[in-house]
């Protein structure tokens, strides 16, 4: 045993024990002794050829004195009786709670007969066993949610136990001796009900420090789940508060994007209509030109509206087809052609303010049958033979035919759409 009361009824913890002071047992009142050897921890015994009328086992080990030493002394390896028959529990709390300790299962008959002592008594009972072992070896499992223990082949002492209020079932399943905040203990629901399913429903997990509070509350008597009902309903409220606080974070989040997609919206329509609306000038700018041109045909000479400057043709000259363009021989301004363009009539191109035209709208305009355009860069003449409105709808881009080179592949127009022109024609 780990308590003894001295000569004066002092009673002293084995840790505290001096060296010829004697000791007595707290059931018997029988003299004792101190045992240490190299295999046992120390303890009282007592002397060879003497019996105790306590003739119950108790777990010794280790473990167990760890889970003494959570009391005082004086609660302890209490002796009880009833009928004439005394028997010490391992720790008696508040006078109301019987715990006793056990390293792994404890016999079907040890269970229930020292269950209906204490409880004869008008106790209550809590067994904390040490099932770390049985942890390790694979024997307990536990499901996803820790709620459901699988116990390969249980002990007969689980058979019968049900959580009636007068006694509790709690395992230790991992050892916290690194880590007290951990829960290494379960407090079991009624484990006749799960037993032949071969599932145990765990009520409770608690750290060592939470386990205190529960044996405690329960020598109080008060109800042990109370506080964590209390402790899981603020979580429970602190958990929806931060959900609600999260949805209306998404909530205006979504809001702000939505808003950001509206005004992307307006300013994408106002685009679009300052965009119809230059398309729609573009193109009165353009019947005003047809009207001219028409007009400046029927009085045999071309024109096509008025110059920017006034000055000489600009280095970007386009050639239309003679069978299109027909044109007088008179005009002055008419630059001398390549020998290869000898079959081309000369189409005078000059910036106009209030006119812009690519080679597209060249094309569109005139719908010649091909027309040569000279690069400003580098002077290098391209012929144009297929339509460009076909080929910049299909390819993105304008191709046409380098003349004076032996390379008759097609090549890329680069500054086809960038140089704004519009023919002009003299009589």
Same mark, same amino acid.
């Given at each position: ?7 004066d ?8 024990y001096?060296?010829?002071?004697e ?24 002397y060879?050829?003497?019996t ?6 108790y777990?010794?080990?280790l ?7 959570m ?7 209490k002796?009880?009786?009833?009928n004439?028959?005394?028997?010490r ?7 109301k709670?019987?715990?006793m ?5 404890v016999?079907a008959?040890d ?9 004869s008594?008008?106790l209550k ?5 040490n099932?770390?072992e ?6 307990i ?34 050892? /916290? ?12 629901h ?6 032949t ?10 750290t ?18 109370? +506080? ?8 429970r409220?602190?958990r ?8 209306? +974070? ?20 106002l685009?679009e209509?300052? +965009? ?13 030109d047809?009207?001219?041109r ?20 600009? /280095? ?8 299109v ?7 002055k ?7 290869t363009?000898s079959?081309?009539?000369l189409a005078?191109?000059? +910036? ?8 597209v ?6 719908n ?9 860069k ?17 390819y993105?881009?304008?191709?046409g ?26 009589s």
């Amino acid at each position: 045993m780990r308590a003894a009361y001295t000569k004066d009824k002092i009673k002293v913890d084995i840790d505290h024990y001096i060296d010829g002071m004697e000791y007595f047992c707290p059931t018997c009142g029988k003299r004792l002794f101190v045992k240490h050897g190299e295999k046992k921890l120390p303890h009282f015994s007592h002397y060879p050829k003497e019996t105790c009328i306590d003739y119950w086992k108790y777990d010794e080990s280790l473990w167990a004195n760890s889970m003494k030493k959570m009391f005082d002394v004086a609660d302890i390896e209490k002796p009880i009786t009833h009928n004439n028959e005394t028997h010490r529990v391992d720790t008696l709390v508040k006078g109301k709670l019987a715990m006793m300790f056990n390293t792994g299962p404890v016999s079907a008959g040890d269970f229930w007969d020292k269950n209906y002592f204490i409880l004869s008594n008008g106790l209550k009972v809590m067994w904390v066993l040490n099932f770390i072992e049985l942890m390790g070896k694979g024997r307990i499992k536990q499901s996803y949610n820790k709620n459901v223990l699988f116990y390969k082949r249980p002990a007969k002492m689980f058979e019968d136990y049900t959580d009636n209020n007068k006694m509790w079932l709690v395992l230790e399943l991992h050892d /916290d001796s690194y880590d007290k905040d951990s829960s290494c203990f379960v407090v079991l629901h009624n484990v006749k009900e799960t037993y032949t399913n071969g599932a145990i429903y765990v009520k409770r997990w608690l750290t060592r420090m939470q386990l205190i509070d529960y044996f405690n509350d329960i020598a109080d008597g008060k109800d042990p789940e109370e +506080r964590y009902r209390i402790i899981e309903e603020q979580e429970r409220a602190k958990r929806e508060a931060e959900l609600k606080t999260q949805q209306e +974070r998404i909530k205006a989040e979504a809001e702000r994007r939505r808003q950001q997609e509206e005004e992307a919206e307006k300013q994408r329509k106002l685009e679009e209509q300052r +965009r119809e609306k230059e398309r729609l000038e573009s193109l009165q700018r353009l019947q005003g030109d047809t009207n001219n041109r028409i007009e400046a045909k029927r009085k045999g000479y071309g024109y096509a509206g008025e110059y920017e400057r006034e000055g000489d043709l600009e /280095d970007d000259t386009a050639y239309f087809s003679k069978d299109v363009i027909k044109s007088s021989n008179n005009n002055k301004n008419v630059l001398e052609m390549p020998e290869t363009a000898s079959s081309y009539q000369l189409a005078e191109m000059e +910036r106009l303010k209030d006119a812009v035209h690519t080679i597209v709208d060249l094309w569109n305009y005139y719908n010649p049958n091909e027309f040569l355009t000279v690069k400003s860069k580098d002077g290098r003449i391209f012929k144009i033979t297929s339509d460009p409105v076909a080929q910049l709808q299909k390819y993105k881009r304008i191709y046409g035919y380098p003349l004076k080179t032996k390379d008759k592949k097609s090549c890329v127009i680069e500054d086809a759409l960038e140089k704004i022109w519009i023919a002009n024609f003299h009589s």
